[in-house]
């Protein structure tokens, strides 16, 4: 079965600094990635997602993942951020061998991102 | 902009007792999930359902736990005989197609078991 670990919990940054948010899952076979975004006291929404074609995706508020299938990893980036990008991120992975087929997300603990004036 | 929407926010209930999480899913979709998360830990996967059946569910659940769409827009959860480990936040979602399509989730229900 998949996992996806998020190693860091919380990250705090500045204002306008760049951020990386990390993301492994556990099994190299295809999957489906995904980042979803969680504000305070909202649902979760998606940021963007990974099927196939270019590794390079680009989400919405200009947030972007890399999918690297030799290292298993999604990495979520923005180049700068601001205060309104303070929430939780969530990375989760659906896996068409294994549940995947009726859209079962498998999700990491999130990363807490705070942004600092 | 349609919405998942879930009621209540927050529901407090005692050992032993059933409990009915409701979810109103955005009206076209044709899949919806639950997923909930025990504070400090994973979303994780409860079930999901299509055409009025249970087509996929978790480990997680047991004969203790039951979904319905009881009307073609509600789509609830209920727990027959809580326990103190039930207590989570529980995430409605639904989506439109299978894995490859968005699913749209709720702001959730933080259930309290006492």
């Known amino acids: 079965a998949q996992s996806v670990t998020q190693l860091d919990s919380q990250v705090p940054v500045f204002e306008e600094a760049p951020v990386e948010l990390r993301c492994n899952y556990s099994?190299?076979?295809?999957?489906?990635l995904f980042w979803y975004v969680q504000y305070p006291n909202q649902g979760l929404q998606l940021l963007l997602k990974?099927?196939?074609?270019?590794?390079l995706v680009k989400g919405i508020n200009g947030f972007e993942a890399e999918f690297n299938k030799s290292q298993t990893s999604f990495h979520l980036r923005k180049p700068s951020v601001h205060i309104s990008d303070t929430a939780e991120y969530f990375c989760?992975?659906?896996?068409?061998?294994?549940?995947?087929?009726?859209?079962?997300?498998?999700f990491g603990k999130g990363t807490k991102l705070s942004v600092k004036p | 902009e349609p919405e998942v929407t879930q009621t209540p926010s927050h529901q407090v209930t005692q050992m032993g007792q059933e409990v009915i999480l409701r979810c109103v899913p955005i009206?076209?979709?044709?899949?919806f999930y639950w997923y909930r998360q025990i504070l400090g830990q994973k979303v994780e996967f409860l079930v999901s359902?299509?055409?009025?059946?249970?087509?996929?569910k978790s480990e997680i659940f047991d004969d203790q736990f039951s979904v319905e769409r009881p009307d073609g827009s509600n789509f609830t959860l209920k727990i027959r005989s809580t326990k103190l480990e039930d207590s989570a936040m529980y995430f409605c979602?639904?989506?439109?197609?299978?894995?490859?399509?968005?699913?749209?989730f709720g702001p959730g229900t933080r259930l309290t078991v006492l």
């Open positions: 979602a639904s989506s439109p197609g299978l894995a490859v399509n968005e699913q749209f």
């Open positions: 099994s190299s076979v295809s999957v489906y």
């Open positions: 990974y099927l196939s074609g270019s590794t």
């Open positions: 989760a992975v659906s896996d068409p061998d294994y549940g995947g087929s009726q859209g079962n997300l498998i």
């Open positions: 009206s076209n979709h044709l899949y």
């Open positions: 359902f299509y055409n009025n059946e249970i087509s996929e």
